[in-house]
């Protein structure tokens, strides 16, 4: 069995108490903190930035797992990597260098991702595999917490699972978007091994019991 991964999305979260939300979803077994950034450009919303990164940095060992949705995205890089963040990932659609922009990520010391929209072709993939450390497939169009699920995104998970196979790398293959109870195992069966979970985990008062849930349904 692939090792899984489960990344809370803090989206969801309260806000108000973000450093005890934190805490609180890390105890409850979340292996990533999934942080979501949106810039009102790129995506029609507005979330958290770099300050809010460095706020919650401290009250958790986990990986902190930042999916920029701005445009342009190079500057912003290292002013997460400075705050502390592990992993940094961003749409093909919102940097103009590919690689420039993977190798920078690299270069600030932090792992790279790659993420996918549901109408994204996977053909920028085609030349960055040696730079990446992380793929990400949006079952969501990306902008708001609490959607449903695209089936069509399995399909693609499992495209990418080939091409990761392939490539011999250890690279991870992340979902983010209307990820439940009920439809985890499924993105497992397609190749999937980390999952972003927002609503379905903050929106409920025991996110230890969802937790369990969702690893009870991987190890089926
Ligand atoms: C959507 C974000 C997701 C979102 C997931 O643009 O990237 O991470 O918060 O939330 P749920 O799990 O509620 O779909
Ligand atoms: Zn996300």
């Not at 969801?12 to 810039?39: K, P, Q, T």
């Not at 949705?69 to 260098?97: C, L, Q, T, W, Y």
């Not at 420039?100 to 085609?126: E, K, S, Y």
Request: aromatic share 6%; net charge negative.
């Amino acid at each position: 069995m692939p090792t899984y991964r489960i990344a809370p999305s803090i989206l969801s979260a309260d806000f108000a108490r973000l450093g005890e939300e934190v805490r609180n979803v890390v105890s409850a077994g979340a292996d990533i903190i999934h942080f979501d950034v949106m810039d009102n450009h790129y995506v029609p919303n507005l979330t958290i930035g770099p300050l809010v990164c460095e706020a919650i940095r401290p009250h958790v060992q986990v990986p902190i797992d930042v999916h920029l949705m701005v445009k342009p995205v190079d500057r912003i890089i290292p002013d997460f990597a400075k705050a502390g963040a592990n992993i940094i990932s961003f749409h093909p659609e919102a940097s103009d260098h590919l690689d420039r922009t993977l190798q920078l990520i690299r270069d600030n010391g932090c792992q790279a991702g790659l993420v996918f929209n549901p109408a994204t072709p996977l053909h920028f993939l085609d030349h960055v595999m040696d730079k990446l450390d992380l793929i990400l497939i949006m079952s969501v169009n990306p902008g708001f917490g609490g959607q449903s699920f695209i089936p069509g995104a399995l399909k693609k998970i499992a495209e990418v699972r080939q091409r990761i196979d392939a490539s011999g790398r250890d690279i991870l293959l992340e979902v983010d978007g209307g990820i439940k109870i009920e439809n985890i195992a499924a993105a497992a069966q397609a190749g999937a091994d980390t999952f972003v979970a927002g609503s379905a985990i903050f929106g409920k008062p025991d996110y230890k019991a969802v937790i369990d849930s969702m690893r009870a349904e991987l190890a089926k």
